[in-house]
Each structure stands twice: as structure tokens, then as C-alpha cells.
């Protein structure tokens, strides 16, 4: 799977969107870009996915660049339950169904009120 | 919708003791299965992925091993806990062949060994 990268912390204010970057340069054509969130203590939250296009949800929003080296992920009304650590994973490419997740170190989000 | 259940949500174990986590899946069949580890103040880490019954992948050599006696079942054990063996233990279950499905996963063991 491809490495991303990821600020290790953003701060954003209540109410207001907030934009997740990251950078995924070494992707392949058939690898999906995913994000999750992990609120304190809890499982990983499955969030959203795309490959080529633009993606949309009752949670989030998914920018990917034409070139694919670069996603974004827009809160777009954010609140102090947001706060959490946001993982950018890439995933897929060529080796058979094994589907795996391979975290990296993610973004910590702090919603200000 | 899938939901994974595990338990128990938390543990405190002795050095040396044994150790079983257990985790079932509703709402799949079939499903490809995982444990994950995240030790305090660290990212994931995969431990075990299974595609199917009785098939065990080991990601990283450790004092760990898991099983899966049913399709929807998955547990993780050890004969003899270390204290590098704390953490938190999650289950996670998505479908096989397609990298366009995700992982959903657990609310997780913590795991303390003392």
C-alpha cells in the first residue's frame, strides 16, 4: 500500500469547516483512498472512500485531486464531537483479498469552541 | 450493516496469565477478519487477518495467536502474557475480494497486564 502523509495536528473552530489535507504521491491506479477517525478511546469510524472522483456523505466530504497524489477531507460544519485523531489510509493495488488496513499516524483535529 | 461485537471492554491480567478475546460479527457472511493493536500513545498495528475458517495470517512475530473456529468468529489469544502485551485490542471485519468495501470495526479490549 502507498504512504501518506498527514499534518500530526490541525485546530479548527466550531461551526466552522474544517479541511483535512493529505499526500499519497506514490499511489497506484486501482488504490482507493480511505479516511477513518478515532475519537479517544474508541474503535476506528469509517468515514468515507473514493477512487477518481469526488465523494459525499452525510459525514464528510472527499476532494481527490485530478493527479490523485492528494486528498482532502472537509468537515463542513465542524463540532467539539469531531475532535479526533483522522487517518488518510490508500488502499488496494495488486496481491489477492486480503483487503488489509495499514493506519499511519493520522491528524489530530481539536475543535475550538 | 454490520456490527462487531467484542468483549470483554476491559481487562486486567497477570504476567504470565492466558489470555482469550473474543469477537463476533453480525449482519455478514463470509467476511474477511482482523486484529489490530494500538499500544498507549501509538498508531495501529495489524496483528492477525483471517480470509476465511481455520486461515490465520501473522503480520508481526509476537507472543500473540489467533483462531477462527466459525466464519463469523475470531479470537485472539496467549498462553502467557508479557507486559508489552497491554493495549488496546480491536476487531475489525469487511468484505473479502474488493478494495472498495471497508473495514468496520469494534469497540475494542484494553488490555492491561500487570
Known amino acids: 500500500d502507498a504512504k501518506t502523509t498527514q499534518p500530526p495536528s490541525m485546530d479548527c473552530a466550531e461551526g466552522r469547516a474544517a479541511n483535512l489535507p493529505c499526500n499519497h504521491s506514490?499511489?497506484?491506479?486501482?488504490?482507493?483512498v480511505y479516511w477513518y477517525r478515532q475519537i479517544h478511546s474508541q474503535g476506528p469510524q469509517y468515514i468515507i472512500h473514493g477512487l477518481k472522483n469526488n465523494e459525499t456523505n452525510e459525514m464528510a466530504s472527499l476532494i481527490i485531486t485530478e493527479d490523485r497524489k492528494s486528498s482532502t477531507l472537509i468537515l463542513p460544519h465542524a463540532t467539539l464531537r469531531d475532535t479526533a485523531v483522522y487517518y488518510c489510509?490508500?488502499?488496494?493495488?495488486?496481491?489477492?483479498?486480503?483487503?488489509?488496513?495499514?493506519f499511519g499516524t493520522g491528524t489530530l483535529l481539536a475543535v475550538q469552541p | 450493516s454490520q456490527t462487531i461485537h467484542q468483549w470483554p471492554a476491559t481487562l486486567v491480567q497477570p504476567v504470565g496469565s492466558p489470555l482469550s478475546l473474543e469477537c463476533t460479527v453480525e449482519g455478514t457472511s463470509n467476511p474477511n477478519l482482523y486484529w489490530y493493536r494500538q499500544a498507549a500513545g501509538r498508531g495501529l498495528q495489524l496483528l492477525f487477518y483471517?480470509?476465511?475458517?481455520?486461515?490465520i495470517s501473522s503480520e508481526v512475530p509476537q507472543n500473540l495467536s489467533a483462531s477462527r473456529p466459525q466464519d463469523r468468529q475470531f479470537i485472539l489469544s496467549s498462553k502467557k502474557l508479557l507486559l508489552s502485551d497491554s493495549g488496546f485490542y480491536l476487531c475489525?471485519?469487511?468484505?473479502?475480494?474488493?478494495?472498495?468495501?471497508?473495514?468496520?470495526f469494534g469497540n475494542g479490549t484494553r488490555l492491561t497486564v500487570t
Open positions: 506514490t499511489i497506484s491506479g486501482n488504490e482507493y
Open positions: 475489525a471485519s469487511g468484505g473479502r475480494s474488493s478494495y472498495n468495501s471497508p473495514l468496520h
Open positions: 483471517s480470509v476465511g475458517i481455520g486461515q
Open positions: 489510509i490508500v488502499r488496494g493495488g495488486y496481491g489477492g483479498a486480503t483487503n488489509k488496513l495499514i
